[in-house]
């Protein structure tokens, strides 16, 4: 079975920083598109940031230059570092992985819930102002 767990949320004020990591089982990440997203009350999953096999990386506008995505293959780890966390940051974040894109992510590329289907359970981010 593939698996993804996801951990490192926790309550932080505005301006923090938190790194959440999402550890893989039965699926190697080298190989795969991944991507984290998130989902506050209320609103519907939204990507923030993937990465896919060849090394490129797109992020959704609202966390440009304060998210990170990264992944360690040797740990089959996928990391999201957040920083200057804004109140509308809170949220559940989701990893998620897919095959990888024939020709990695194009110009204005936004992970899309329905293109991923392996994800793991979710872990909650909530920062206070």
């Known amino acids: 079975a593939q698996v993804l767990v996801e951990s490192g949320g926790g309550s932080v004020q505005a301006g923090g920083s938190l790194r959440l990591s999402c550890a893989a089982s039965g699926l190697t990440l080298r190989y795969a598109s991944l991507a984290w997203f998130r989902q506050a009350p209320g609103k519907e999953r939204e990507g923030v940031a993937a990465?896919?096999?060849?090394?490129?990386?797109r992020y959704a506008d609202s966390v440009k230059g304060r998210f990170t995505i990264s992944k360690d293959n040797a740990k089959n780890t996928l990391y999201l570092q957040m920083n200057s966390l804004k109140p509308e940051d809170t949220a559940m974040y989701y990893c998620a992985a897919r095959p990888s894109w024939e020709f990695g992510l194009w110009r204005g590329y936004v992970p899309v819930e329905a293109d991923f289907g392996d994800w793991g359970q979710g872990t909650q981010v909530t920062v206070s102002s």
């Open positions: 990465i896919d096999s060849d090394g490129s990386i």
